[in-house]
């Protein structure tokens, strides 16, 4: 199964349009989920062109999104749980925040955006994915967005850097 991972969007105030790499890996893309910070539907109906998307809200989306997906979902795919998350809150990091929204049953995998930062550890059993942002790289030297593959022999997860 493969599943492309991606957050924080912004569009159209970043990006006119879902960058060319981008839309690429969407055609061989068995899911496809969105960590939050959409800003428009129009991204979500975009995308839902390619596969069937999850996603959750973040702290710039306004009600038309929160009318479409959850502040945080919970999915099970190929024997693998996986929560999602964008992480935005007060105090302590996003990553602990992202952490934290599913202390009570941790998942296999936690996939969450906001800080625009990638990243792809282990927090004790529970593998941390942030894909980066395919339109808002600030200060790093590469937009990013996330692969994940979903298999009998394990998760496999890496980060696609582009122009």
Do not use: C
């Not at 979500?44 to 009318?67: C, I, Q, W």
Request: hydrophobic content about 35%.
């Amino acid at each position: 199964m493969k599943i492309v991972v991606l957050s924080d969007t912004h569009m159209p105030k970043k990006a006119s349009r879902l960058p060319d790499r981008l839309v690429s890996a969407l055609q061989e893309a068995d899911q496809i989920i969105h960590a939050g910070d959409w800003q428009t539907p129009d991204v979500f109906e975009e995308l839902s062109r390619f596969a069937p998307v999850t996603g959750v809200y973040g702290n710039v989306d306004g009600e038309d999104m929160k009318e479409i997906v959850p502040k945080r979902q919970l999915v099970t795919w190929a024997g693998y749980s996986i929560g999602v998350v964008h992480g935005h809150g007060e105090k302590k990091t996003t990553e602990k925040r992202a952490v934290e929204a599913f202390q009570e049953h941790p998942p296999d995998l936690i996939i969450y955006g906001h800080s625009h930062i990638p990243v792809l550890r282990y927090f004790k059993k529970t593998l941390l994915f942030n894909p980066g942002s395919v339109t808002d790289k600030r200060r790093l030297p590469f937009y990013s967005f996330g692969m994940l593959t979903l298999g009998e022999e394990g998760i496999h997860a890496e980060h696609i850097f582009f122009h």
